[in-house]
């Protein structure tokens, strides 16, 4: 079974920043796909972004330029590092880990709240 942890959210004004992380408890390099979800209420959970094993990564529109995310092999750790935050980032925002060996696998953190204020 596999595990992953993440940390980092709370409450941040309006264009400060936050930085998420993910311990996975396994080897994030046996997972093809890294990825960061987030859902606010009454609404659908939806990709922020993700990260495959090889490095290539992807965004929302609506947050490229604001967010990054990248990995960490040795500390089996993903991180979302979010600058300039609005309002409409509020979230719980969601690891998911990804690996595809004949079937697919798919596991999910528990979420971190993240509020930003106006």
């Known amino acids: 079974q596999v595990q992953l942890v993440e940390s980092g959210g709370g409450l941040v004004q309006a264009g400060g920043s936050l930085r998420l992380s993910c311990v996975a408890s396994?080897?994030?390099?046996?997972?093809?796909?890294m990825n960061w979800y987030r859902q606010a209420p009454g609404s659908q959970r939806v990709l922020v972004a993700g990260i495959t094993s090889g490095g290539s990564t992807t965004y929302a529109d609506s947050v490229k330029g604001r967010f990054t995310i990248s990995r960490d092999n040795a500390k089996n750790t993903v991180y979302l590092q979010m600058n300039s935050l609005k309002p409409e980032d509020t979230a719980v925002y969601y690891c998911n880990a990804v690996r595809t060996i004949v079937s697919r696998y798919e596991y999910w953190g528990q979420g971190t709240q993240v509020t930003v204020s106006s």
């Open positions: 396994r080897n994030i390099f046996s997972f093809n796909n």
